[in-house]
């Protein structure tokens, strides 16, 4: 019967515990603004930079040697020569769409 009480009062006192910490957090919050935000503006400066620079470049060779080693291989499919090329196309045009498309909607 004892450890039974104990039990209880340890949940009740963890229960108020979290009450507390949930009136807490909803009574400091303050307003999020969508869009207003430019806490990560630099890196993803940095990052589409990458991407579209020397970044984008280093990926599509790495594929088309990639695809290329597979030629060798002996086994021919056309996923050895598109995929190479969709990453190209996906590196220097994707990444102006994506980001486009992120800040018009937000």
Known sequence: MQSVLKKSGR???AIVAIALLLFAG???AGPAFAGADTTFDTALTKFTDFLEG???KIITVLS???GIVAL???RFSMGQIAIPVGVGVGA???IPIVTSTVTATI
């Open 11 to 13: 949940t009740e006192r």
């Open 26 to 28: 909803l009574w400091f």
């Open 54 to 56: 020397s970044g984008g």
């Open 64 to 66: 088309l040697a990639g």
């Open 72 to 74: 060798a291989s002996g």
């Open 92 to 94: 220097g045009t994707g």
